[in-house]
């Protein structure tokens, strides 16, 4: 403090002291910086305050006696239903481990693309961040091949029960090369059927009682012919909804071994299963919305919403929508079965965190692993992303009917497959093979052609 | 100080004593005392000032030539190293990417024993690159081509001396300054065959018989985003064109006129010749919005626009950034480097010999 005049500058300088303290969190603040200990307190104050300012996403812990470094995590959660969950799972970071600074690091952009780029630049130069959110599964294996993940089968896997509370599934995604590297957080299931409640019941279609995926070309037809509505909704403007259409088809069509096979590379000896799944998604093209071609999903599911379509595939993330509009009640006005033929078996998409070598703060990564594979946060996160929680322990009180109905559906599910679009079964590089087949597929609907590319995919 | 007055001096030959007299005035003796003389010594510091530069002149001779070339070094010399270590070292680097198996996420070795044109190979048997090159071709020809047409008949209407001249020159390149992220967007909504603004109308003239599905069709799909591209771009044509037409002097009109040409022929035979300046700049900077149409075709189709609106831009970047196939994806960068490079070239030297750059 200025001893001179006390009146003025020093009530500023408390003032900032105070805002400092407030912003921190700490009621000490000497040791406030580690190991800059010849420098004076009030200065220190003032330069954390300013720093604290100006990153809004910095969240600094109070005294460090355990020197951590800070965590930085990059992901794409930066709007929807994505942006209040990740929030919330940083405060109950910030509430368990309040030591460690979190610098959060988001890159926008759906389904991660941007934020892809930047992880592969930063992977490439040996400059990782902490950790970042990435879809697991074989979408990680060159990562593994290049060597630049850690083995955390023991530091991180081996707490809280992670190994016992995991289904195989999850499990089996999270240790693409057979050891564990990833830690995923919440899971998207993608073989699901929605449907508006009041068109199906109008046209007298029981949605339940669809047994395969060919059966739902009748229903769409007694749907358009008993209704103004369009059989089913659908974005073809680009690939992946229709990859993903066709992948739940084909695993309605036929079991979870030959969509398991398929995605490691045996399409020849699969043929007929894949010709007759590309069929029957060209049989459902005859009951899209016109517009399919030219609308993105959302604007495809708000027809479901306005009564103009019976049913739509999607990932439950699509559920998120009915959820936000008012006076469109789960199972009054919107329902969801498991895709016709898919029952039983629960396709995932997950978000995870894995942990880089030459990671630039081991032991805070090791705590934020810990802390993304424990009940408490996946019990924040989950509720508001609208997905459900790896973990079989997580209460189910905070997830709404539908979610805990989803629950269910995993928990006692008999299998547990992976998504081809969202690159968990399939490494990219076919995946990118498959997405250039899809993308043909979406504009000529020409069977033999995408087949054809879809066999040469994966060589 | 010196020098420079030297260099200045050297500059404008022509540049009378008066001119540089402050200059001079610096030379030897304080500003002040030069301007304190007042009106009355203005004629002897003239003559005073003539004299000095005269000796200065011959003790710099020797090193004329190269004293011109070291002394224009800070003007010419960043952009230069800046330009090159930013646009060329990168184009070149782009290009030892390509020769390299760079993929996956380990750095290549830069072994020069294992350069090879392996890449280019690839690209020459991969179907999707030949797809996407001749999209690529048709969208720079075609965008290109019709922009300038429409942008020049834009100009000449405008250039007719209408009212609201300002306000339809704005209106006509208001779009250009939107970003290709909206007019994706918006375009999108336009073709959409149920409610579109496109399909509605013409199904309110009757015209059932066109309504498409627009950019589903994969007949129409690179149509449609041309059509959109055009709608974006003309405008900058035309005020390029617009310039290039208020600088051709009302004589070339009358004198045409004169010698009884009629409208079409004047422009044809008169003023689209003295265009061609207008013509090469906006061409060479359409060219470029036609290559940046990426941002265009992602935002309406994401990564993949599938066969039928695939270009280069977007498969090197699918190739590059989603199959970390990274050699490929730069041997596609320098293929799309070298069709822009042949499209320009041509022209850029055809302007060259003319004696017009």
């Given at each position: 403090m200025t001893g001179t005049n006390d009146d003025t500058d020093v009530s500023r300088r408390h003032y900032l002291k105070a805002a400092g303290a407030g912003t921190l969190g700490v009621t000490g603040l000497a040791g406030c910086m580690g190991g800059d200990s010849g420098q004076d307190e009030t200065t220190t104050a003032g330069e954390e305050t300013t720093e604290s300012d100006a990153t809004e996403e910095t969240t600094t812990g109070g005294d460090s006696s355990t020197d951590y470094n800070t965590l930085e995590v990059q992901h794409w959660w930066t709007g929807g239903d994505g942006e209040p969950a990740i929030k919330a799972l940083f405060e109950g970071f910030a509430e368990a481990y309040p030591d460690i600074e979190v610098k959060q690091n988001p890159v926008s952009g759906g389904a991660g693309q941007n934020l892809e780029t930047v992880i592969k630049k930063r992977v490439l130069n040996d400059n990782p961040p902490s950790s970042w959110q990435a879809w697991p599964g074989a979408n990680l294996q060159p990562y593994i091949e290049a060597d630049k993940l850690e083995d955390i089968g023991e530091s991180v896997w081996g707490q809280n029960g992670m190994k016992e509370n995991y289904l195989e599934g999850p499990k089996e995604a999270a240790r693409p090369d057979g050891t564990f590297v990833t830690v995923p957080l919440n899971i998207h299931r993608i073989n699901n059927l929605f449907y508006n409640v009041s068109v199906v019941e109008e046209a007298g279609v029981d949605p339940a009682s669809i047994e395969t995926p060919g059966d739902l070309v009748d229903a769409m037809e007694t749907v358009e012919s008993e209704t103004d509505a369009v059989g089913m909704a659908h974005q073809t403007s680009s690939a992946w909804s229709t990859t993903q259409l066709w992948a739940t088809v084909l695993l309605g069509e036929t079991d979870v071994e030959t969509y398991n096979a398929f995605a490691e590379g045996e399409v020849a000896a699969n043929e007929e299963a894949v010709t007759s799944s590309l069929q029957t998604v060209v049989d459902y093209t005859d009951y899209l919305n016109e517009d399919a071609g030219s609308v993105s999903w959302t604007e495809a599911n708000q027809k479901i919403l306005n009564d103009e379509a019976a049913f739509f595939h999607q990932g439950d993330w699509a559920a998120g929508m009915y959820r936000n509009q008012d006076g469109f009640e789960f199972e009054d006005d919107w329902d969801h079965v498991p895709?016709?033929?898919?029952?039983?078996v629960y396709a995932l998409n997950m978000d995870s965190f894995p942990f880089p070598t030459n990671n630039p703060s081991p032991e805070a990564t090791a705590k934020f692993l810990q802390y993304v594979g424990s009940v408490d946060a996946q019990e924040r996160f989950n509720p508001l992303k609208g997905s459900i929680p790896p973990r079989t322990d997580v209460p189910s009180d905070e997830f709404g009917p539908f979610l805990t109905r989803q629950m269910d559906d995993f928990q006692n599910s008999d299998s547990q497959v992976q998504s081809i679009e969202h690159g968990l079964a399939v490494p990219p590089n076919p995946k990118s093979n498959i997405s250039d087949a899809m993308a043909g597929f979406i504009s000529n609907w020409n069977v033999d052609k995408t087949y054809g590319q879809l066999e040469q995919a994966f060589n | 100080m010196q020098r420079l007055t030297d260099v200045l001096r050297r500059l404008r030959p022509g540049a009378g004593g008066s001119v540089r007299g402050s200059g001079a005035g610096g030379e030897g003796e304080p500003g002040q005392t030069a301007s304190g003389d007042g009106s009355d010594a203005g004629d002897e510091r003239l003559r005073a000032d003539g004299g000095v530069a005269a000796a200065e002149e011959t003790g710099g001779r020797r090193s004329l030539l190269s004293s011109d070339f070291v002394q224009s070094i800070p003007f010419w010399l960043p952009p230069f190293l800046l330009m090159g270590f930013f646009v060329y070292g990168a184009i070149g680097w782009n290009f030892v990417i390509s020769l390299t198996d760079f993929s996956g996420l380990v750095l290549p070795e830069y072994d020069v024993s294992n350069f090879d044109l392996d890449m280019y190979r690839q690209a020459l048997n991969d179907p999707t690159f030949w797809t996407a090159a001749q999209n690529t071709l048709v969208l720079l020809v075609v965008f290109t081509a019709l922009c300038l047409v429409f942008g020049l008949l834009l100009a000449i209407l405008v250039d007719q001396g209408i009212r609201f001249e300002n306000t339809f020159r704005t209106i006509y390149l208001l779009p250009m300054s939107l970003s290709f992220v909206v007019t994706a967007k918006f375009w999108a909504w336009m073709y959409n065959p149920e409610i579109g603004m496109i399909n509605v109308t013409l199904s309110q003239l009757g015209l059932d018989v066109l309504t498409l599905q627009w950019i589903s069709n994969p007949d129409t799909k690179l149509a449609a985003v041309i059509f959109a591209l055009i709608w974006q771009f003309s405008g900058y044509a035309m005020v390029v064109y617009l310039a290039g037409l208020r600088a051709i002097p009302d004589d070339h009109y009358e004198a045409a006129r004169v010698d009884g040409a009629s409208t079409l022929k004047m422009y044809w035979r008169v003023i689209l010749p003295q265009l061609r300046a207008s013509t090469m700049s906006a061409a060479v900077v359409l060219m470029v919005f036609a290559l940046k149409a990426f941002d265009f075709l992602y935002v309406m189709f994401g990564n993949n626009p599938g066969p039928a609106a695939d270009i280069l831009a977007t498969m090197m970047f699918r190739e590059a950034f989603g199959s970390n196939q990274w050699a490929y994806g730069s041997a596609i960068a320098i293929v799309l480097f070298a069709m822009a490079l042949a499209v320009v070239a041509p022209y850029l030297y055809a302007e060259y010999r003319r004696g017009e750059l």
């Amino acid at each position: 403090m200025t001893g001179t005049n006390d009146d003025t500058d020093v009530s500023r300088r408390h003032y900032l002291k105070a805002a400092g303290a407030g912003t921190l969190g700490v009621t000490g603040l000497a040791g406030c910086m580690g190991g800059d200990s010849g420098q004076d307190e009030t200065t220190t104050a003032g330069e954390e305050t300013t720093e604290s300012d100006a990153t809004e996403e910095t969240t600094t812990g109070g005294d460090s006696s355990t020197d951590y470094n800070t965590l930085e995590v990059q992901h794409w959660w930066t709007g929807g239903d994505g942006e209040p969950a990740i929030k919330a799972l940083f405060e109950g970071f910030a509430e368990a481990y309040p030591d460690i600074e979190v610098k959060q690091n988001p890159v926008s952009g759906g389904a991660g693309q941007n934020l892809e780029t930047v992880i592969k630049k930063r992977v490439l130069n040996d400059n990782p961040p902490s950790s970042w959110q990435a879809w697991p599964g074989a979408n990680l294996q060159p990562y593994i091949e290049a060597d630049k993940l850690e083995d955390i089968g023991e530091s991180v896997w081996g707490q809280n029960g992670m190994k016992e509370n995991y289904l195989e599934g999850p499990k089996e995604a999270a240790r693409p090369d057979g050891t564990f590297v990833t830690v995923p957080l919440n899971i998207h299931r993608i073989n699901n059927l929605f449907y508006n409640v009041s068109v199906v019941e109008e046209a007298g279609v029981d949605p339940a009682s669809i047994e395969t995926p060919g059966d739902l070309v009748d229903a769409m037809e007694t749907v358009e012919s008993e209704t103004d509505a369009v059989g089913m909704a659908h974005q073809t403007s680009s690939a992946w909804s229709t990859t993903q259409l066709w992948a739940t088809v084909l695993l309605g069509e036929t079991d979870v071994e030959t969509y398991n096979a398929f995605a490691e590379g045996e399409v020849a000896a699969n043929e007929e299963a894949v010709t007759s799944s590309l069929q029957t998604v060209v049989d459902y093209t005859d009951y899209l919305n016109e517009d399919a071609g030219s609308v993105s999903w959302t604007e495809a599911n708000q027809k479901i919403l306005n009564d103009e379509a019976a049913f739509f595939h999607q990932g439950d993330w699509a559920a998120g929508m009915y959820r936000n509009q008012d006076g469109f009640e789960f199972e009054d006005d919107w329902d969801h079965v498991p895709f016709p033929g898919t029952e039983g078996v629960y396709a995932l998409n997950m978000d995870s965190f894995p942990f880089p070598t030459n990671n630039p703060s081991p032991e805070a990564t090791a705590k934020f692993l810990q802390y993304v594979g424990s009940v408490d946060a996946q019990e924040r996160f989950n509720p508001l992303k609208g997905s459900i929680p790896p973990r079989t322990d997580v209460p189910s009180d905070e997830f709404g009917p539908f979610l805990t109905r989803q629950m269910d559906d995993f928990q006692n599910s008999d299998s547990q497959v992976q998504s081809i679009e969202h690159g968990l079964a399939v490494p990219p590089n076919p995946k990118s093979n498959i997405s250039d087949a899809m993308a043909g597929f979406i504009s000529n609907w020409n069977v033999d052609k995408t087949y054809g590319q879809l066999e040469q995919a994966f060589n | 100080m010196q020098r420079l007055t030297d260099v200045l001096r050297r500059l404008r030959p022509g540049a009378g004593g008066s001119v540089r007299g402050s200059g001079a005035g610096g030379e030897g003796e304080p500003g002040q005392t030069a301007s304190g003389d007042g009106s009355d010594a203005g004629d002897e510091r003239l003559r005073a000032d003539g004299g000095v530069a005269a000796a200065e002149e011959t003790g710099g001779r020797r090193s004329l030539l190269s004293s011109d070339f070291v002394q224009s070094i800070p003007f010419w010399l960043p952009p230069f190293l800046l330009m090159g270590f930013f646009v060329y070292g990168a184009i070149g680097w782009n290009f030892v990417i390509s020769l390299t198996d760079f993929s996956g996420l380990v750095l290549p070795e830069y072994d020069v024993s294992n350069f090879d044109l392996d890449m280019y190979r690839q690209a020459l048997n991969d179907p999707t690159f030949w797809t996407a090159a001749q999209n690529t071709l048709v969208l720079l020809v075609v965008f290109t081509a019709l922009c300038l047409v429409f942008g020049l008949l834009l100009a000449i209407l405008v250039d007719q001396g209408i009212r609201f001249e300002n306000t339809f020159r704005t209106i006509y390149l208001l779009p250009m300054s939107l970003s290709f992220v909206v007019t994706a967007k918006f375009w999108a909504w336009m073709y959409n065959p149920e409610i579109g603004m496109i399909n509605v109308t013409l199904s309110q003239l009757g015209l059932d018989v066109l309504t498409l599905q627009w950019i589903s069709n994969p007949d129409t799909k690179l149509a449609a985003v041309i059509f959109a591209l055009i709608w974006q771009f003309s405008g900058y044509a035309m005020v390029v064109y617009l310039a290039g037409l208020r600088a051709i002097p009302d004589d070339h009109y009358e004198a045409a006129r004169v010698d009884g040409a009629s409208t079409l022929k004047m422009y044809w035979r008169v003023i689209l010749p003295q265009l061609r300046a207008s013509t090469m700049s906006a061409a060479v900077v359409l060219m470029v919005f036609a290559l940046k149409a990426f941002d265009f075709l992602y935002v309406m189709f994401g990564n993949n626009p599938g066969p039928a609106a695939d270009i280069l831009a977007t498969m090197m970047f699918r190739e590059a950034f989603g199959s970390n196939q990274w050699a490929y994806g730069s041997a596609i960068a320098i293929v799309l480097f070298a069709m822009a490079l042949a499209v320009v070239a041509p022209y850029l030297y055809a302007e060259y010999r003319r004696g017009e750059l």
